[in-house]
């Protein structure tokens, strides 16, 4: 899933998702004014570029922040393994998949 910073959002959904294909929509502002308070929250930068747990069939999550200085962060969190505080944008994003209209 990709959310610009317009709310913009794309979701491509593959495998294990109840319905499988390319979708878009508009995120609430509300919804994302919360999700940009959760990355600032996260301090993003300060974190590792790199999370994982030693146990396999887990999923892999990637998670790229570009600011408006084009500064960019990419984190890639096997497990997940990383802090709670990327626990919580991972799980806001998952909700998005329930709480927004696709199209």
Same mark, same amino acid.
Request: aromatic share 12%; hydrophobic share 30%; proline share 4%.
């Given at each position: @899933?990709?959310?610009?910073?317009? =709310?913009? !959002?794309?979701?491509? !959904?593959? @495998?294990?998702?109840?319905?499988? =294909?390319?979708?878009?929509?508009?995120?609430?502002? !509300?919804?994302?004014?919360?999700?940009?308070?959760? &990355?600032?929250?996260?301090?993003?930068?300060?974190?590792?570029?790199?999370?994982? &747990?030693?146990?396999?069939?887990?999923?892999?999550?990637?998670?790229?922040?570009?600011?408006?200085?084009?500064?960019?962060?990419? &984190?890639?969190?096997? =497990?997940?393994? =990383?802090?709670?505080?990327?626990?919580?944008?991972?799980?806001? @994003?998952?909700?998005?998949?329930?709480?927004?209209?696709?199209?």
């Amino acid at each position: @899933m990709s959310v610009l910073e317009d =709310g913009t !959002a794309y979701y491509d !959904a593959e @495998m294990y998702n109840d319905q499988q =294909g390319h979708f878009k929509t508009i995120v609430e502002k !509300a919804q994302l004014d919360s999700l940009k308070q959760l &990355i600032e929250l996260s301090n993003i930068l300060g974190l590792k570029d790199n999370y994982s &747990i030693p146990v396999t069939d887990h999923p892999t999550y990637t998670l790229r922040v570009q600011y408006n200085n084009d500064q960019q962060k990419t &984190i890639r969190d096997y =497990g997940p393994g =990383g802090p709670d505080e990327l626990k919580k944008i991972y799980h806001f @994003m998952f909700s998005l998949r329930e709480t927004q209209h696709w199209r």
